[in-house]
């Protein structure tokens, strides 16, 4: 993001930083739950790591597809085609 001398990001512009921190919070808690599942030593077993790894990616996938559904119906939505 690039903003004038002086200005700050608009109102928009800070919704969606809100957005992709909530998404990204979101994201990390819900794969820590569902990967991590030894709380023996200070650090996550590498099965714990590949799992963390693959399940954000997993979700940051159905993000990107929902997100490109959705550009696609407001298209549709601006061109009076919905």
Not at 3 to 12: F, I
Not at 27 to 35: A, D, L, V
Request: charged share 15%.
């Amino acid at each position: 993001m690039s903003y004038r001398r002086g200005s700050g990001p608009s109102e928009e512009e800070m919704i969606m930083q809100q957005m992709m921190i909530k998404l990204s919070m979101g994201i990390s808690g819900q794969c820590f739950k569902e990967c991590v599942t030894s709380f023996s030593s200070g650090q996550m077993v590498p099965q714990e790591a590949t799992c963390i790894q693959s399940c954000a990616k997993r979700q940051q996938s159905a993000f990107m597809a929902m997100n490109d559904i959705q550009g696609q119906l407001q298209a549709k939505q601006g061109a009076g085609m919905f």
